[in-house]
């Protein structure tokens, strides 16, 4: 309960320090809660008590300690807005008029979080330990990177769409996030569809080949859950949970039909390849919806999304006929590297926000190797 009680106010504290753009008080803080976390298990495992129990009380004794830090820090310089603003009739009168936050949020999160763990429930069901290792394994290279990217994305995000809504703006902002979003994500998820089987060979060995073919499969879905993801946070800006939420419906059913064809066809390939093009169209769909909610043009959306594959396909080709000739995995993995790093000093020498962007990457990467 108490960690619960923690992690509810720092999420609230969260959503306002991202609100008033206190995005290196963010940073800070999180940093803290991995020193502590760490210290605590360090300090326990040295005494000797290396119970289950001592590794829980760390993690509680973190996330406390952040949200007692990001309290007082905000209190110190918006504590004022609290003691002059906050009354009883204001606080009803918020209550009513955002009690969709909490009655469609809380039930999209955990229906969130169960279709994440539908898959492996599913595969685990139908197929053998080997097909959920595989699973496991190349959802988690596929998805960390862009979840640090897309998480980092999301928190500026949310903060520009709420003003820009006040301002009138919110179509400029809310297309200069999916241009960035394209920008970083269909080059090398592109990249990975020719040669994520070489590439888990290659680092994994030869045990892990089925892994990288599954790696293949997503890769095109995990650019559409890229793009949708950070851009969902808008429903909460423009006060549309409960649309939402029937998202959240939509991929959980989605989800449970492919993979269960696949189980029935006794084809985890099938399942996951029917996973992968109903999630393209759902969040394509998703990512559609917000972006035209927003005023978006149609036109626009298009473009961007052309202009982006336009400049992978020089280097698709490259690949592509490389592997035709059959040449050395390391070959062909080395070059397909080299053409990634190529494009990202690219883009990222083209746009001043995208090296901000990984800078900020860079700092949470920092922050969790303490842990």
Do not use: C
């Not at 803290?32 to 004794?61: C, M, N």
Request: net charge positive.
């Amino acid at each position: 309960p108490l960690a619960v009680l923690a992690n509810g106010i720092f999420l609230a504290l969260n959503y306002w320090n991202s609100r008033t753009k206190r995005f290196g008080r963010l940073s800070i803080a999180k940093g803290a809660q991995s020193i502590v976390t760490s210290g605590a298990q360090l300090g326990l495992g040295i005494s000797g008590a290396t119970h289950a129990g001592g590794l829980i009380g760390s993690r509680v004794l973190g996330i406390v300690s952040v949200a007692v830090l990001l309290g007082k820090q905000t209190w110190q310089d918006a504590g004022h807005i609290l003691r002059e603003g906050a009354n009883w009739r204001g606080i009803v009168a918020g209550f009513r008029r955002h009690r969709k936050f909490p009655l469609y949020s809380t039930w999209s999160a955990l229906l969130n979080s169960i279709s994440w763990q539908l898959p492996s429930f599913l595969l685990s069901s139908f197929f053998s330990t080997s097909v959920v290792g595989y699973y496991a394994l190349g959802t988690r290279v596929l998805r960390l990177p862009m979840s640090l990217i897309g998480s980092a994305i999301a928190q500026v995000f949310f903060q520009r769409a709420a003003e820009a809504k006040v301002e009138g703006t919110l179509d400029k902002v809310v297309e200069s996030a999916y241009r960035r979003l394209v920008m970083l994500g269909m080059f090398p998820l592109l990249m990975l569809t020719i040669v994520g089987r070489d590439l888990f060979v290659i680092v994994f060995g030869d045990s892990w080949a089925e892994a990288g073919v599954y790696t293949q499969i997503l890769s095109i879905w995990t650019f559409f859950w890229f793009i949708s993801s950070p851009l969902s946070t808008l429903f909460s800006v423009l006060e549309k949970q409960k649309t939402g939420a029937k998202f959240h419906i939509v991929i959980f059913t989605t989800r449970f039909l492919a993979l269960g064809a696949g189980g029935v066809l006794k084809n985890a390939r099938i399942g996951l390849l029917l996973f992968a093009v109903s999630g393209v169209f759902v969040y394509g769909y998703l990512s559609f919806a917000i972006m035209t909610s927003a005023g978006v043009p149609y036109v626009r959306i298009f473009q961007i999304l052309i202009h982006n594959l336009t400049l992978f396909i020089p280097a698709g080709l490259i690949v592509g006929v490389l592997s035709l000739f059959s040449v050395s995995r390391e070959l062909l993995v080395g070059v397909s590297g080299l053409l990634l790093v190529l494009y990202l000093i690219y883009i990222i020498a083209m746009d001043n926000q995208l090296r901000n962007l990984f800078s900020g990457v860079f700092e949470r990467l920092h922050g969790d190797s303490v842990r």
